[in-house]
Antibody, heavy 126, light 108 residues
């Protein structure tokens, strides 16, 4: 059974960097799939943050791209998110997920998220 | 930026059929998937690749797509189906994942 678990601080100060990890069990990150981060502000809809392949290839949300860095550690079977210069607008539940993809020849499109973590609430406040 | 449009809310009586639409001007070019999210829970994938149902998802959930509009249909809706539903697709022009705004399904 594939399981994902987010971890990281629940409170981050404005202008600082939000850092989260996602530990994967029951599946090797190196075996395939993209691995993504999605967030949801309280009472609002889902927003994709970005996705990473085990090779390190990334796709980022254009509206967040300048502040987002994702990385993968295959030895620990986990991947991570860093979001810099946070403001109150970044307060949200952050989810990690396994993501299917389509395509070949070096161009891939990220598709469905079939396994999700339980989510972690990150509040940006001084 | 590319947008996927869903109705904010849909109501259905128990046992009846609910249809939730998702429209986008490039939807015909990419696969669509759908998620169900109940309050306080993580989203659950209910449809992928336009119409495929993951293991464990009841047969009353089905997906279809015609042109630039995708539809999630719940046949014989049950009280347990009351939730928010989100569509998702890929935007090739910006190489990004896009979500619809979500639809709150009420079963009453």
């Amino acid at each position: 059974q594939v399981q994902l678990q987010e971890s990281g601080p629940g409170l981050v100060k404005p202008s600082e960097t939000l850092s989260l990890n996602c530990a994967v069990s029951g599946y090797s990150i190196s075996s395939g799939y993209y691995w993504g981060w999605i967030r949801q502000p309280p009472g609002k809809g889902l927003e994709w943050i970005g996705s990473i392949f085990h090779s390190g290839n990334t796709y980022y949300n254009p509206s967040l791209k300048s502040r987002v860095t994702m990385s993968v550690d295959t030895s620990k079977n986990q991947f991570s998110l860093k979001l810099s210069s946070v403001t109150a607008a970044d307060t949200a539940a952050y989810y990690c997920a396994r993501q299917g993809y389509y395509g070949s020849g070096g161009y891939y499109s990220v598709g469905y998220s079939d396994y999700w973590g339980q989510g972690t609430l990150v509040t940006v406040s001084s | 930026s590319y947008e996927l449009t869903q109705p904010p809310s849909v109501s259905v009586s128990p046992g009846q059929t609910a249809s939730i639409t998702c429209s986008g001007d490039k939807l015909g070019d990419e696969y669509v998937c759908w998620y169900q999210q109940k309050p306080g829970q993580s989203p659950v994938l209910v449809i992928y690749q336009d119409y495929k149902r993951p293991s464990g998802i009841p047969e009353r959930f089905s997906g279809s797509k015609s042109g630039n509009t995708a539809t999630l249909t719940i046949s014989g809706a049950q009280a347990m189906d009351e939730a928010a539903y989100y569509c998702q697709a890929w935007d090739s022009s910006t190489t990004s994942v896009v979500f619809g705004g979500g639809t709150k399904l009420t079963v009453l």
